[in-house]
């Protein structure tokens, strides 16, 4: 199976970008970030994209994407068009052969770029992409961080927080920000592929504990909602696949 691992980042108000910093900062310093409530960053729409990345897994070098001015600077947020490029890519990736594949893609990136070009496809799409993520989640009940699944093979995030890149980017702190989406995609491209040589999902839980989930064989997401419901019946405030794919539907 060939993968064109893709991630996006969020274009945003200022407004809402302190928001997502308060977030982190909240859950970083709580004792228990569970109980922290979630920050729905769909109740603050419309926001965009501010760039993002793509990977082919039989092409070395990771692509950054990200719109530009007339001056030729970085834009703060996607327009219509690039954004409709970026689809355009995706699209021509999977007429290639490519299985879209991302981390949270399921939840997230697939229902933005829904919201902000063509729904129908983004869903079709979304349904027959690979999402690690999505996956652990139908099977288990939980999702698992990226970054703990990178951290079990010595990778990790760059100094930066996926919740301060938004803002960072409305600064113009733009190398930092590419450095943090490529880094996501390279992981991604890395785990995925661990996934395939040891049949299973590994990573280091926040506790420090090493987890291994048996996954013999990498679903798409069409595949993953006919699993069996998991046993989430030990877990406070569970994330539910329902919950996930309910853009679908909307």
């Given at each position: 199976?060939?993968?064109?691992?893709?991630?996006?980042?969020?274009?945003?108000?200022?407004?809402l970008?302190n928001?997502?910093?308060?977030?982190?900062?909240?859950?970083?310093?709580?004792a228990?970030?569970?109980?922290?409530?979630r920050?729905?960053?769909?109740?603050h729409?419309?926001?965009?994209?501010?760039?993002?990345?793509?990977?082919?897994s039989?092409?070395?070098?990771?692509?950054?994407?990200?719109?530009?001015?007339?001056?030729?600077?970085?834009?703060?947020?996607?327009?219509?068009?690039?954004?409709?490029?970026?689809?355009?890519?995706?699209?021509?990736?999977?007429?290639?052969?490519?299985?879209?594949?991302?981390?949270?893609?399921?939840?997230?990136?697939?229902?933005?770029?829904?919201?902000?070009?063509?729904?129908?496809?983004?869903i079709?799409?979304?349904?027959?992409?690979?999402?690690?993520?999505?996956?652990?989640?139908?099977?288990?009940?939980?999702?698992?961080?990226?970054?703990?699944?990178?951290?079990?093979?010595?990778?990790?995030?760059?100094?930066?927080?996926?919740?301060?890149?938004?803002?960072?980017?409305?600064l113009?702190?733009?190398?930092?920000?590419?450095?943090?989406?490529?880094?996501?995609?390279?992981?991604?491209?890395?785990?995925?592929?661990?996934?395939?040589?040891?049949?299973g999902?590994?990573?280091?839980?926040?506790?420090?504990?090493?987890?291994?989930?048996?996954?013999?064989?990498?679903?798409?997401?069409?595949?993953?909602?006919?699993?069996?419901?998991?046993?989430?019946?030990?877990?406070?405030?569970?994330?539910?696949?329902?919950?996930?794919?309910?853009?679908?539907?909307?």
């Amino acid at each position: 199976m060939k993968f064109a691992f893709f991630d996006l980042e969020v274009g945003c108000s200022e407004e809402l970008c302190n928001l997502l910093v308060s977030q982190k900062i909240a859950m970083a310093n709580a004792a228990d970030p569970h109980l922290i409530p979630r920050l729905d960053i769909w109740e603050h729409w419309p926001f965009s994209i501010s760039v993002a990345a793509t990977k082919l897994s039989d092409v070395s070098g990771t692509i950054a994407w990200y719109d530009l001015d007339k001056t030729g600077a970085p834009v703060p947020r996607w327009g219509t068009d690039f954004t409709w490029r970026f689809v355009n890519i995706l699209q021509r990736y999977q007429e290639d052969g490519y299985t879209l594949c991302g981390w949270n893609s399921t939840g997230f990136d697939f229902r933005l770029l829904g919201a902000l070009t063509y729904r129908v496809w983004a869903i079709d799409a979304a349904l027959d992409s690979i999402d690690p993520n999505f996956q652990s989640l139908c099977m288990r009940g939980y999702p698992v961080a990226l970054n703990g699944a990178a951290h079990f093979h010595g990778l990790g995030k760059t100094e930066e927080s996926g919740a301060n890149v938004p803002l960072l980017w409305l600064l113009g702190e733009y190398d930092r920000c590419i450095t943090y989406v490529v880094n996501d995609v390279d992981m991604l491209a890395s785990v995925v592929s661990d996934i395939q040589v040891s049949r299973g999902l590994r990573w280091i839980a926040n506790s420090g504990i090493a987890n291994y989930l048996y996954m013999p064989t990498l679903l798409n997401v069409r595949h993953c909602l006919k699993l069996p419901l998991p046993d989430t019946s030990w877990m406070d405030n569970a994330i539910t696949r329902e919950e996930t794919i309910q853009w679908m539907a909307s």
